[in-house]
């Protein structure tokens, strides 16, 4: 029977694949609904990928931990699973990582028949914001904007995540001022396209010491930088559990007041098996379902980790006993929502910014929009680029130079908890290596000392710049000469290799409906104690640096 089913579904795919439409899901205040009928809409979610470690890495046996499978590019292995999915009442599934480069027509459309939405990650195993040394840059932006133009059109696309716990304590909570600007561009960037209005939110950990201010954080602010949703990835609730022995009322209480839906993003703890789901009766039940929209359980796949319901092999799908107990929890809950027409949002303010301090370390200052014109404009108009300087030691090159001259590096700071972003930031490793040579060079130069002020031990050369006119010029411009100005301009390229403006070429002057936080003073990055030994070396022997 099952297996009659997954072919029958196999077969209809080849037919709906052109227009298996659903009624898209639409936020209103703190809820979600279906847009035609206002029916309230609540996740019954389950994760969806295989060998996936949600920590940025993969149990991918090829290709390292890189590699990632795209759960919605094979038609086949989604015709096998979805009849699974039905059987557990699912509406909704997060997928970890796609491929934009592959066609997600089959599966999208199998999961659209059966009533399913899908919430996309947006970043990739070795693509995202890494928490202990956080970047937005040109390379994330390309990637997160092309992953929103593989999934944007599919009217089951419900969200996106721009990030799933980056900052994870104490120790690197100024990641998240990169994942928010991450967030914003994200936004802007589906305006920008025209698409559809897809929500963009952020899945969080639940670590004690940082989870109120990571919420208020990521809602706070002007609405255009703020999540439209937010996602609790929580495995509080162990066996036979509680609703206070959990947590949850606590949890409850926190988000009874937040301006954008909230649900549980992964869920599941598995330290008591077989897991019999007991915490499903609370989620959707009277005390937490007006706070809460619905959640996701981690995951569909048996796997190393023990988180599966199924275990799968080839073609074959068996379900384990803990398939069996969340299929019979999510058959009897029926939580009671409101029709979006007769609910008037009373919790409509945003939350407050945490202020920066011992607890807290991410401005609410946030990055400048990833603009890869503006870096390569920049490149192509300076005089002393890198030369054969190999991955490895480029990072040196960093802190010699940076230790050099007066604010050499300014303008390739990101410092997310000062909020001091130096225009060129974003850029690539090259290009900002470039900025800083270039930098010290016109230093030189300015004080008398020349051309051999560009070289660096062989690391260094000159190149004839190219004067920058049209966009450029006025991009440039923007940045300022020591790079610490605000670039309003967007780029006048579309999209596809991370620019996100509709402005046609010329001279593009239209103001960022991202709205790109202002500089404030110049940033002074510290000079480290070998670039500072090396700089009184340096007065006899302008540029002759050994690495
Ligand atoms: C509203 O539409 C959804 C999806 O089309 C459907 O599942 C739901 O039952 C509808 N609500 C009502 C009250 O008919
Ligand atoms: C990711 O998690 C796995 C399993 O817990 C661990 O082996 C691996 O070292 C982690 N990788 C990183 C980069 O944290
Ligand atoms: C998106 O859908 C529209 C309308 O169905 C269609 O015209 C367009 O080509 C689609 N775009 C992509 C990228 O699939
Ligand atoms: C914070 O998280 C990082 C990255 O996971 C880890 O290396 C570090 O040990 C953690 N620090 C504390 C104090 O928990
Ligand atoms: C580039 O650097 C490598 C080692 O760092 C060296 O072996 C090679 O000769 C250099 N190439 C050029 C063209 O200078
Ligand atoms: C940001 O600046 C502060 C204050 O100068 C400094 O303590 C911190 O180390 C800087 N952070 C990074 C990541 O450079």
Redesign the pocket.
């Known amino acids: 029977m099952k297996g009659f089913t997954a072919t029958a579904l196999a077969g209809a795919a080849l037919f709906l694949t052109a227009n298996a439409d659903v009624d898209p899901i639409v936020i209103k205040g703190s809820k979600f609904f279906y847009q035609t009928n206002g029916t309230q809409f609540f996740i019954k979610g389950i994760a969806y990928q295989q060998d996936y470690l949600g920590n940025g890495t993969t149990t991918g046996s090829s290709g390292g931990d890189s590699s990632y499978v795209d759960p919605l590019a094979d038609g086949s292995s989604c015709s096998r699973d979805v009849p699974y999915l039905q059987q557990l009442q699912t509406n909704t599934i997060r997928v970890y990582a796609i491929d934009p480069t592959k066609n997600h027509d089959q599966c999208m459309s199998l999961l659209a028949d059966a009533g399913i939405y899908v919430i996309a990650d947006l970043s990739a195993p070795g693509d995202s914001i890494v928490r202990d040394s956080p970047t937005w840059n040109d390379d994330l932006y390309a990637r997160y904007t092309s992953v929103i133009d593989a999934m944007a059109n599919y009217t089951n696309t419900m969200g996106f995540f721009a990030g799933n716990e980056v900052s994870n304590n104490n120790t690197n909570t100024d990641a998240s001022a990169f994942v928010k600007a991450a967030v914003r561009d994200m936004k802007a960037y589906i305006k920008t396209k025209n698409y559809r209005t897809i929500g963009v939110g952020y899945a969080t950990n639940d670590d004690a010491d940082i989870r109120e201010n990571l919420a208020n954080y990521f809602d706070c602010g002007e609405s255009t930088d703020a999540i439209d949703f937010w996602g609790y990835n929580i495995y509080s609730w162990c066996g036979d559990s509680s609703y206070t022995e959990s947590g949850y009322d606590v949890r409850t209480k926190e988000f009874s007041d937040y301006n954008v839906p909230v649900f549980f993003a992964e869920y599941g703890c598995n330290e008591v098996q077989p897991r019999k789901f007991t915490e499903v009766q609370a989620l959707y039940g009277p005390k937490m379902s007006p706070v809460w929209s619905g959640g996701i359980v981690y995951m569909y796949f048996q796997e190393a980790n023990d988180y599966g319901l199924v275990s799968v092999s080839g073609d074959s799908v068996s379900t384990l006993d803990d398939f069996n107990y969340l299929s019979s929890q999510l058959a009897s809950i029926n939580p009671t929502g409101v029709n979006s027409n007769s609910y008037t949002p009373t919790n409509t303010a945003a939350q407050a910014c945490p202020t920066v301090g011992s607890d807290w370390q991410a401005s609410s200052n946030l990055p400048p929009t990833p603009n890869q014109e503006l870096c390569e404009c920049m490149f192509n108009a300076l005089t002393c680029v890198p030369?054969?300087v190999?991955t490895d030691?480029v990072g040196d090159l960093f802190g010699v130079v940076c230790g050099l001259g007066q604010d050499t590096c300014a303008g390739i700071e990101a410092n997310g908890t000062t909020g001091d972003y130096g225009a060129y930031g974003m850029c690539n490793p090259t290009q900002q290596l470039g900025w800083a040579l270039n930098s010290y060079y016109e230093q030189q130069v300015a004080a008398g000392n020349g051309a051999s002020a560009c070289d660096f031990s062989?690391s260094a050369k000159t190149q004839a710049p190219s004067s920058p006119t049209g966009t450029c010029a006025t991009l440039i411009s923007q940045a300022g000469s020591a790079g610490t100005g605000t670039v309003t301009s967007q780029p006048s390229g579309t999209g596809s290799s991370g620019s996100g403006s509709g402005s046609s070429g010329g001279s593009s002057s239209s103001s960022s409906s991202a709205g790109v936080p202002g500089f404030s003073a110049p940033a002074h990055i510290g000079v480290l104690q070998v670039a500072f030994y090396l700089a009184i070396a340096f007065v006899s022997g302008a540029g002759m640096i050994l690495l």
């Open positions: 030369d054969n190999s030691k062989g």
